[in-house]
């Protein structure tokens, strides 16, 4: 499942980048483009679905062989047999491996690069669109406090002026003196 999903990724990812740039060449118009690019990511897909499946089977297969070198190997009794009869093969692996991983990452590198080059601009004039609307937004917040407090400035002064008679009725009553400041 690993491979199919693997060769399909790479394999929607060329179709991608080749449509990408057919339309270009043919100086399309940039949503033309975009459509393009998607459908021949998408036969890219499927393509890579196909390699992924032969590719997963062959591995299957050759793994299988493995298997049965090291199950004689175990069923002698030495576990040094049987890493003696893997070794090979895990050898090969990363010998394989090695130099398509670095294949890999060098033809990624400006890809992702020029991606977070891209991303950044992005971000940049994302931030620079939002900052009208976040300066009024201020502005408003400003405006609505400052109002919200005239408001409450002028009804505490009518609560201190509905309570202070009651306030000095009981001050006259023998209880100490409240000073009410507004």
């Given at each position: 499942?690993?491979?199919?999903?693997?060769?399909?990724?790479?394999?929607?990812?060329?179709?991608?980048?080749?449509?990408?740039?057919?339309?270009?060449?043919?100086?399309?118009?940039?949503?033309?483009?975009?459509?393009?690019?998607?459908?021949?990511?998408?036969?890219?897909?499927?393509?890579?679905?196909?390699?992924?499946?032969?590719?997963?089977?062959?591995?299957?297969?050759?793994?299988?062989?493995?298997?049965?070198?090291?199950?004689?190997?175990?069923?002698?009794?030495?576990?040094?047999?049987?890493?003696?009869?893997?070794?090979?093969?895990?050898?090969?692996?990363?010998?394989?491996?090695?130099?398509?991983?670095?294949?890999?990452?060098?033809?990624?590198?400006?890809?992702?690069?020029?991606?977070?080059?891209?991303?950044?601009?992005?971000?940049?004039?994302?931030?620079?669109?939002?900052?009208?609307?976040?300066?009024?937004?201020?502005?408003?917040?400003?405006?609505?406090?400052?109002?919200?407090?005239?408001?409450?400035?002028?009804?505490?002064?009518?609560?201190?002026?509905?309570?202070?008679?009651?306030?000095?009725?009981?001050s006259t009553n023998g209880h100490r003196?409240?000073?009410?400041?507004?």
């Open positions: 499942m690993g491979k199919l999903v693997k060769y399909a990724f790479w394999g929607a990812a060329a179709g991608g980048v080749i449509g990408a740039a057919r339309a270009y060449r043919r100086d399309e118009p940039v949503d033309a483009v975009g459509s393009h690019a998607g459908k021949a990511a998408a036969e890219g897909a499927a393509f890579g679905v196909v390699v992924g499946l032969v590719m997963a089977r062959r591995d299957k297969k050759r793994l299988a062989r493995q298997r049965m070198t090291v199950s004689k190997a175990l069923a002698g009794g030495s576990l040094l047999e049987a890493a003696k009869a893997v070794k090979p093969a895990l050898e090969y692996a990363v010998e394989v491996a090695r130099p398509k991983v670095e294949h890999a990452v060098e033809v990624s590198r400006p890809v992702v690069e020029s991606a977070a080059e891209r991303t950044r601009e992005a971000a940049s004039k994302a931030a620079d669109a939002a900052k009208p609307k976040i300066e009024r937004a201020a502005e408003v917040t400003m405006e609505r406090t400052i109002d919200l407090t005239k408001a409450a400035r002028a009804k505490a002064g009518d609560f201190a002026d509905a309570t202070r008679p009651h306030l000095e009725t009981a003196k409240v000073t009410v400041v507004v």
